[in-house]
């Protein structure tokens, strides 16, 4: 009998998966690299659905529902992801129909960020509260919203997709409609692309930042621009939705060293009293999230087939 869930935490750079009981019991886990074009992205993921269930000692046919985070919005059929420029390989293939078939059970998708968001619900530092929201920055920026204990998604699926807030970048400018104005200033390759434009070397965001900690000063500017930018961000966000607290995530968001920019930014911006906190879950979260959401697709489909 069916009785074991996957959860896929689906990235432009990098795939991760989890798989656990029907009671949200994390049995195992596991990660290998994006393919370079992402073409053979399903193949990838059955690949790690196999390997999950290989290391639990279960054949597939044991697992119910698989759920996939995305670094986009769900379509209005739910079968592909839209607005999901780091997964441009996809196209607009029935991405949701093509896993199902070679995995052989239900598959669901989810956007990334609000599937860390519910991961921090019920495992992570939103435990036992009711409003706040989750900003992942990494290789993009996107939030992921929980009010009265609900993640809220929005009419279309695309509630909090902060990277198009109108700052940042020229919000006017055609080149910065497709990921948004303050994606193009926080994300990752933004980083990258400040060091390089300072001091000619192009180096990583992790390279940067260490040079940031060791005192040199082009890299100070990079990271402290990075802060800068995010902390204006989190004020908009306030404004509109008032939450509880932020929690941050993402391989630049969990920087612990990045912290403490953001909130003298937000002193500066006359918000100092801003509760942020850095996500303890880190890469656990989009995972815990993802089994989370397939448990209630498979009792959802399972309530289904009752009737």
Sequence with gaps: MPDHVIGIDLGGTKIRAGIATLFGELLAEKRTDTS?????????????????????GIPLDRVVATAVGGAGVPDKTGTTF????????????????????????????ENDVNVSAVGELVAGLGRGHSDFVFISVGTGIGMGIVANGSLLRGAKGAAGEIGFLPFGGDPLDPANHVRGPLEEVTAGDAVSGRFLSSSGSALSPEEIFALAASGDQQAV????????????????????????????????????????????WLNYLGQPDLTIRVSELGHLAPVIGALTIAIEAAAAAQKGISR
Excluded at 42 to 49: H, P, T, V
Excluded at 89 to 101: C, H, K, N, W
Aim: some cysteine; charged content about 20%.
């Design 36 to 56: 370079n074009d992402g073409s053979d992205v399903i193949e990838q993921i059955r690949s790690l659905a196999l390997d999950l269930c290989d290391t639990i």
């Design 82 to 109: 839209d607005l999901a420029p780091n997964l441009s390989a996809l196209g607009d293939i029935p991405f949701t129909e093509q896993l199902s078939a070679v995995l052989g059970h239900l598959v669901v998708i």
């Design 221 to 264: 500017k990079a990271v402290d621009e990075e802060a800068r930018w995010l902390a204006a961000g989190i004020v908009a966000v306030n404004a509109v939705l008032a939450p509880e607290f932020v929690v941050l995530g993402g391989g630049i968001g969990t920087r612990a060293d990045l912290l403490p920019r953001i909130t003298s």
